[in-house]
């Protein structure tokens, strides 16, 4: 089945300790994306990744790293998590910008 | 300041009614998508349109993307309850590897 995975779906955790959420997808596309969802705000792209080894800053990065070294992973690393970064994180690949987006289940973030 | 405004944020009506959604932006996009999105789940996309002036149907949905593509509408004719949702409009922007969402429009359809 094609999907796009993200671990944990649900995290909570303390200002300051580094935290990773995991992306991983299974139809071999090139384009990756980590999106934040807060109410009235809609989707907000954080990083994206048009390929293997490169990624771009999207509209919100501060406070976010992203890696890509292999096609099928699209991490999305917090390295000190603060109260503002608590939202709905959705990563999201696709052939490419401009074709479907297929999302992960989203992973709810709450920093204390 | 939001690329793309979609209005209105939010909308309950009646089951049998009908309503149309707004995406507005005063850039010019070289495609449009709309996505639902249900409670618990990633967006998941309806249509995209890419020539403007298009229109697509999807039963009961109909969706038109303005002639200068800077604008898309969705409408919902007879809504029925299982239309409940998170609308979301995202425009992918001429000449970046980018897709811009609207701030989503909630709708209920009550029974």
């Known amino acids: 089945e094609a999907q796009v995975t993200q671990n944990p779906r649900y995290l909570i955790t303390v200002t300051g300790k580094k935290l990773t959420v995991t992306c991983s997808q299974n139809m071999n596309h090139e384009y990756m994306s980590w999106y934040r969802q807060d109410p009235g705000l809609g989707l907000r792209q954080i990083y994206y990744s048009m390929n293997v080894e490169v990624t771009d800053k999207g509209d919100v990065p501060e406070g976010y790293k992203v890696s890509r070294k292999e096609k099928r992973n699209f991490p999305l690393i917090l390295e000190s998590p603060s109260p503002n970064q608590t939202s709905l994180y959705f990563c999201?690949?696709?052939?490419?910008?401009?074709?479907?987006?297929?999302f992960g289940p989203g992973t709810r973030l709450t920093v204390t | 300041t939001q690329l793309l405004e979609q209005s209105p944020q939010f909308l309950s009506i009646q089951e049998g009614e009908n309503l149309t959604v707004y995406c507005n932006s005063s850039s010019v996009f070289s495609s449009l998508q709309w996505y639902r999105q249900e409670p618990g789940e990633g967006p998941v996309l309806l249509v995209t349109?890419?020539?403007?002036?298009e229109v697509k149907k999807l039963k009961r949905l109909t969706f038109q993307f303005g002639d200068a593509r800077k604008d898309s509408s969705l409408h919902i004719t007879a809504a029925q309850p299982g239309d409940t949702g998170l609308y979301l409009c995202?425009?992918?922007?001429?000449?970046?590897?980018?897709?811009?969402f609207g701030q989503g429009t909630r709708l209920t359809i009550n029974p």
């Open positions: 999201a690949s696709s052939l490419s910008a401009r074709y479907e987006q297929y």
């Open positions: 995202a425009g992918d922007i001429q000449g970046a590897q980018k897709l811009v």
């Open positions: 349109v890419v020539t403007g002036g």
